[in-house]
């Protein structure tokens, strides 16, 4: 039996694939129908006028045009209010 284990049976050597979370096209920036503007997990950004979330909550725009940000209040389930980031496409 041997009393050393054998080399490269490292317990902790694994990590998950890196996702490419994040804002893709920012204030002001000129897009084309179908461009992705933001990739999330969950409703972290707001989809706007133009623009459409996926079914992973990625956020596509809709028609060419400026991505403006914007801040919108949303009132949540319990009554008490958030501001939220929404993600609208302008007529360039």
Known sequence: MAHTKSA????????????????KKYDGERVKTGDILIRQRGSRF????????ASDDTLF???????????RRKTRFDGTTRYAKEVNIVPA
């Open 46 to 53: 707001l989809a706007g006028k133009g623009v459409k979330r």
């Open 8 to 23: 490269g049976a490292g317990k902790y050597g694994r990590d998950s694939q890196p996702k490419y979370l994040g804002v």
């Open 61 to 71: 725009a809709l028609r060419a045009g400026l991505v403006k940000f914007s801040d």
